[in-house]
Nanobody, 116 residues
Framework: QVQLVESGGGLVQAGGSLRLSCAAS????????MGWYRQAPGKQRELVAI???????DYAESVQGRFTISRDNAKNTVYLQMNSLKAEDTAIYYC??????????WGQGTQVTVSS
């Protein structure tokens, strides 16, 4: 059974930092892509950052230069370091894992609130 365990969300003042973590287990076909999406109230879920098993990354334009994604393949864990946070970064952040057979798995979400 696939489990994605997220941690690290919370309340922070604008300009502050948070680090999200997501540990995956039970993915039968192995993990290809790991990443983070977010959904703000009244908005669609959007990509924040993803990283392939080979280390290639993709970021939303709105977070480039402020957020950094990293992963530990041995631990099947992905991290999102978020710096210089803005009020518009407030959202529920979801961990996403894509297996080699293109199956998607989602975490339960972790709330990030940035106060201005």
């Amino acid at each position: 059974q696939v489990q994605l365990v997220e941690s690290g969300g919370g309340l922070v003042q604008a300009g502050g930092s948070l680090r999200l973590s997501c540990a995956a287990s039970g993915v039968m076909y192995g993990i290809n892509v790991m990443g983070w999406y977010r959904q703000a109230p009244g908005k669609q879920r959007e990509l924040v950052a993803i990283m392939t098993s080979g280390g290639s990354t993709d970021y939303a334009e709105s977070v480039q230069g402020r957020f950094t994604i990293s992963r530990d393949n041995a631990k099947n864990t992905v991290y999102l370091q978020m710096n210089s946070l803005k009020a518009e970064d407030t959202a529920i952040y979801y961990c996403n894992v894509r297996s080699w057979n293109t199956q998607h798995y989602w975490g339960q979400g972790t709330q990030v609130t940035v106060s201005s």
